[in-house]
């Protein structure tokens, strides 16, 4: 027979435990019909979500990455849930990490209607992967400190009269990452080692992210540094004497690179059939026109789409030619080399 | 005690906090550990340990003096400085470092030393504070008679400096687990100013090596363990040191001329760590350089509640979820550890979760609850609330803890004796005597679920949180929203202490 007190217990218990399970079942929610994982900024792919949903009347489930993560947290989520895949699309903001999960057997092919127009290069042969609406990496420069026409190269950063008054991001994630590793993979080791040389021996500030970089160059800390071309937007939207710079311009140079958004059917995604309706979506002339219009003026990577006068077309610049295969394949070696050089 | 209910809460902390880790120590291979000892990873460890020596040292030079002048003399204003005080351990190092460096214009080391110790110096001021409180009058008055005020002192140093020693391991332990200071104002340092725990989230990303984030962790877990026994040690000494029934309070120092530079040194301290950063981030929500206006800022909050709503809605309800979970965790497992044998050597287990990197924890969730069978709960808010109670349950257990050491034994043995069960005795006269403790240490899980961003990163329900929000935000310098939802998280992190402090009658219980 029960005793008196342990009977209380009991019912004490099974109270707590109904709180619990309440307070738990209280935080959940009826499935979504499509899981998407969001690199790019949530500010601007939050608006097209719902454009998505009430045009479809599908429910997303849309998970971003915080922007500390640089990417690199929805793709480690992804590699972490291979076992269970629960993400349908990955709409990465860069490229080089979405062809490392082609390259590990995590994507599934989709050749998209929508991507009929996108030019070869920015396709996957095998469809895993598109990429469109595009950032470049560029110089952002404080016209009250310095000359933007004074700027042509990347080869500027080394040069002794700036020493101490540029700055670009630490290589370890992000863009900054891709971009050396595109150098790496162009140029060959030797001119990507002696690039890395330069920068530690020219005093370039290395800082923690390219949004940093703007900041610093609008308030006038740093004369100018390297960055991507939303952030400059930032800068300039607010309202700062700020100027941008595409390196490497002149005939012959290597070029200004681009690094397109690119999105990518899950393998064994759980919902597939909606997955394909919201890649088509992504990946439609209307989603870029209004990405290059957003605050972020991501470039169109195909030539008819309309931008505004600010957003230049990537038929107007001397691109950066990259093997985007081999971009994908090297980025953890140099993600590991990069790491044991600056983070000291 | 109720064995089974103990039984219970255990195997819910077990779950909670260190299976999750656990479940990542399989990933780990030889090759992993032989990294722990390469001379970058020594240098980079070593470096840290300095690091976070120094900063739990000035933390020390500035918390003792204040939590001595707020809680034990008759300085003007001690009462309102006392929870300001507070304030800086609120605020997340980052937003400090981030102001602090336009501010100052601090760069590189320096920078760093400085923001961790405005950080951390609330916390050696906590429990330097109770320590002074806790002097018996009587002690106090027969050294200032025999030797005027400063024997007085003397013989109090002895008595308080287990406790700031105590309160010093607690700013030595969040210095060195914190590389986002360090990260974000050593970019003009020359050489550059990078921490062990940089080289752990660096680690995290290598996909090839799963092992070694994990096998690079274990020094720094080391340290923090060797860094946290002694504090768990020196607290039994010091602030959580049993009050006799005959105690009597001791009466404030006079400090004659001092009283008003006293003031300044305080308020200057609470100025630097917590009123000139809320003042920045009001100026930043008015539009800051644009021009401030208070209209701008209605606008910069109307801003934040508008597009922040939901995350804000989702943080408050997985912190009191947590803080609840918590409290009735601390309840059982708080009272066990003091009252049952060898529970003391048992403290070390339950601040592993609290000692371990935040991203082992994350991972080790998505390890531990990505089934099948578990996809409903991993996918939705539950597992939020799993992982934020595992990760600061040691709070609130310790906290109540503290306050069961206090508590005289024999009100429990006379309960039993008049035919209480473990249960009821738990619940009717312990639990109300033990009140202040177990909301303070409600409170403090709520507060730090609500600034939490690290453990949650990968986990699918945190995606929608205000401190989410506000760092993906940050990236595209919406300062005044940035600056408006900040303003909102830690209105909501001083509110249920401000509430307390205005309508009890007790003082809250907050050391752990």
């Given at each position: 027979m029960l005793k008196p007190d342990s009977f209380r217990s009991s019912r004490w218990l099974a109270g707590l435990l109904a709180l619990v399970c309440g307070a738990l079942g209280a935080c959940s929610s009826k499935g979504p019909d499509v899981v998407l994982y969001c690199a790019l900024d949530q500010m601007f792919a939050e608006t097209l979500v719902k454009e998505f949903e009430s045009k479809t009347g599908l429910v997303v489930r849309a998970e971003y990455d915080v922007e500390a993560a640089k990417t690199v947290g929805l793709v480690k989520?992804?590699?972490?849930?291979?076992?269970?895949?629960?993400?349908?699309v990955f709409w990465n903001n860069e490229l080089a990490h979405t062809v490392a999960l082609a390259n590990d057997g995590l994507l599934a092919s989709y050749d998209s209607p929508s991507a009929a127009n996108i030019p070869a290069e920015f396709r996957d042969p095998q469809h895993r992967w598109t990429a469109f609406a595009a950032r470049a990496r560029v110089f952002i420069v404080n016209t009250t400190l310095a000359d933007p026409a004074q700027l042509t190269s990347l080869e500027d950063l080394f040069d002794?009269?700036?020493?101490?008054?540029?700055?670009?991001?630490?290589?370890?994630?992000?863009?900054?990452?891709?971009?050396?590793?595109a150098l790496y993979a162009a140029e060959g080791d030797a001119k990507g080692d002696e690039f890395v040389q330069r920068i530690e021996e020219s005093g370039?500030?290395?800082?923690?992210?390219?949004?940093q970089v703007m900041r610093l160059v609008r308030e006038g800390q740093m004369a100018w540094g390297l960055t991507d071309t939303d952030d400059f937007n930032v800068a300039l939207n607010g309202g700062h004497p700020v100027a941008q710079v595409f390196p490497d311009q002149a005939p012959g140079a290597r070029g200004a690179l681009l690094i397109p958004n690119s999105v990518a059917l899950l393998a064994e995604a759980p919902h597939p059939d909606a997955a394909r309706k919201l890649i088509d979506f992504i990946l439609s002339r209307e989603v870029e026109e209004k990405l290059a219009f957003a605050e972020g003026a991501q470039i169109p990577v195909r030539a008819d789409v309309k931008r505004p006068p600010h957003v230049k077309s990537a038929a107007d610049l001397s691109l950066m030619r990259v093997d985007w295969a081999r971009v994908g394949a090297d980025i953890e070696r140099r993600m590991t080399q990069f790491k044991e050089r600056f983070l000291q | 005690m109720s064995r089974p209910l103990v039984a219970l809460a255990a195997a819910v902390f077990v779950l909670a906090g260190l299976a999750p880790l656990a479940a990542m120590v399989p990933r780990?291979?030889?090759a992993d550990l032989a990294a722990i000892f390469a001379p970058r990873n020594l240098e980079l460890l070593g470096r840290t340990l300095l690091y976070g020596a120094?900063?739990?040292?000035?933390?020390?030079?500035?918390?003792?003096?204040?939590?001595f002048l707020v809680s034990r003399t008759d300085m003007p204003f001690a009462a309102l400085l006392r929870p300001l005080g507070i304030a800086p351990l609120l605020i997340p190092p980052m937003i400090l470092a981030m102001v602090w460096t336009v501010l100052a214009d601090i760069r590189g080391a320096p920078a760093a030393y400085a923001v961790s110790s405005v950080s951390t110096f609330p916390l050696v001021a906590l429990f330097s504070a109770r320590a002074f409180e806790r002097i018996d009058a009587r002690r106090e008055e027969a050294a200032r008679i025999a030797g005027g005020w400063r024997a007085a002192l003397r013989s109090d140093l002895p008595l308080v400096l287990p406790s700031v020693a105590c309160g010093a391991c607690f700013a030595f332990v969040f210095t060195v687990n914190d590389f986002s200071v360090a990260d974000?104002?050593?970019?003009?340092g020359q050489p550059k100013f990078s921490v062990y725990a940089a080289e752990i989230f660096a680690n995290w990303r290598i996909e090839s090596r799963p092992g070694l984030a994990v096998a690079t962790a274990l020094p720094l877990l080391a340290v923090t363990l060797a860094a946290l026994v002694p504090a768990l040690v020196l607290r039994r000494r010091g602030a959580m040191a049993s009050l006799s029934g005959d105690f009597r309070q001791p009466e404030p120092f006079e400090l004659g001329p001092w009283r008003w530079p006293a003031f300044l040194f305080c308020l200057t301290l609470v100025s630097i760590g917590a009123l000139i950063p809320a003042a920045r981030l009001v100026w930043e929500a008015g539009g800051a350089a644009r021009g401030f206006e208070f209209a701008r800022v209605g606008q910069a909050f109307t801003l934040a509640?508008?597009?922040?709503?939901e995350d804000l809605a989702n943080s408050?309800?997985?912190?009191?979820?947590?803080?609840?979970?918590?409290a009735a965790l601390a309840l059982v497992l708080g009272h066990a550890l003091e009252r049952a044998r060898g529970g003391r050597w048992l403290e070390s287990l339950v601040v592993l979760p609290i000692g371990a990197p935040a991203v082992l924890l994350s991972v080790g969730v998505i390890v531990l609850w990505n089934h099948d069978w578990s996809a409903r709960f991993y996918d939705e808010g539950g597992v939020v609330v799993l992982l934020l109670a595992g990760r600061f349950a040691a709070f609130a257990i310790l906290i109540v803890s503290a306050a069961t050491a206090a508590l005289d034994p024999r009100l429990e043995e006379a309960a039993q004796l008049a035919g209480a069960g473990p249960f009821r005795t738990l619940t009717r006269i312990v639990a109300p005597s033990l009140r202040s403790a177990l909301l303070g240490g409600w409170i403090g899980v709520f507060v730090l679920s609500l600034r939490e961003l690290d453990a949650t990163m990968l986990t699918p329900a945190a995606n929608r949180t205000a401190m989410f929000r506000i760092f993906n935000q940050v990236h595209f310098g919406r300062d005044d929203f940035v600056a408006a939802m900040a303003l909102l998280i830690l209105f909501l992190v001083v509110l249920p202490g401000a509430l307390w402090s205005l309508f009890a009658r007790r003082r809250l219980e907050l050391l752990p």
């Open positions: 989520r992804i590699r972490e849930e291979r076992s269970r895949p629960r993400c349908d002794p009269k700036w020493r101490g008054k540029v700055c670009m991001a630490r290589p370890l994630t992000g863009t900054t990452l891709t971009h050396l590793t370039v500030n290395l800082v923690q992210s390219n949004g | 780990v291979e030889s120094s900063v739990a040292l000035i933390a020390t030079a500035a918390g003792l003096p204040f939590g974000y104002v050593s970019w003009l509640i508008e597009r922040g709503r408050i309800v997985y912190s009191l979820c947590a803080a609840t979970a918590c």
